[in-house]
């Protein structure tokens, strides 16, 4: 089993920025991909970034495109999403989830693990 923990969300000011960490438990997730998906208040869970189980390869959603990077630490068993030029839609809940394969997925309902979320607010 694995257990996916999120931290790093909190209120900032627009243009400002945050760095989300996701950290697993329960099993090594090397060479497994993960994904960042976030949730607005009326919205459906939407794909924001991720990342192949090597770390080689990643995908961004264009409304996040140049302002949000995600990186992983396999050593440490944690996923980052480093967020920049925040803005206030960028407003969520945001979800650290895991794919057990290396290559992944831009559908959340193909993830097998998901972390509770951190939420994130940034004021105008």
């Known amino acids: 089993q694995v257990q996916l923990v999120e931290s790093g969300g909190g209120l900032v000011q627009a243009g400002g920025s945050l760095r989300l960490s996701c950290a697993g438990s329960?099993?090594?997730?090397?060479?497994?991909?993960m994904g960042w998906f976030r949730q607005a208040p009326g919205k459906e869970r939407e794909f924001v970034t991720a990342?192949?189980?090597?770390?080689?390869?990643?995908a961004t959603a264009d409304s996040v495109k140049g302002r949000f990077t995600i990186s992983r630490d396999n050593a440490k068993n944690t996923v980052y999403l480093q967020m920049n030029s925040l803005k206030p839609e960028d407003t969520a809940v945001y979800y650290c989830?895991?794919?057990?394969?290396?290559?992944?997925?831009?559908?959340?309902?193909?993830?097998?693990?998901w972390g509770q979320g951190t939420q994130v607010t940034v004021s105008s």
């Open positions: 989830a895991l794919i057990r394969k290396n290559w992944y997925s831009t559908r959340f309902d193909q993830y097998d693990y």
């Open positions: 329960g099993r090594t997730f090397s060479g497994y991909a």
């Open positions: 990342i192949s189980g090597s770390g080689g390869n990643t």
